[in-house]
């Protein structure tokens, strides 16, 4: 599934759905996965950074409109002195986490049932 076009609300359904079956991975086969993503971003940088100063100058026009907050827009900016390199090597911190397992999953479980009663 393409999120290209998707709405925040199907962004965030999507990300869940992924949360679940990414908890379900072996610990190699998710640091695999963590390094696919981290070598797709870093390949992509120059493309993403020029999306991300689009989304960045709509974002600022919906602060101006008192839409977003100016906290929230200064959040957006992947340009910021340090924070594209932190974003990728948080990407890899993550793969010297403890592998979360079963926590995750139940987690997971526990907050959708307490949002369906």
Known sequence: MS???ASPSDAAKAA???ALTLA???VHARNDALTVIHDALANARDE???ANSKDLELASK????GELSLSLVKRLDLRKKGKWEDMLQGILDVR???DP???VIL???IIRSSKST
């Open 24 to 26: 379900r991975l072996s």
């Open 96 to 98: 010297e986490l403890d």
């Open 3 to 5: 999120l290209t076009n």
């Open 48 to 50: 993403i950074l020029e």
């Open 101 to 103: 397992g079963m926590h």
């Open 16 to 18: 869940s759905i992924s």
């Open 107 to 109: 987690a997971i479980v």
């Open 62 to 65: 919906a602060a101006s409109d």
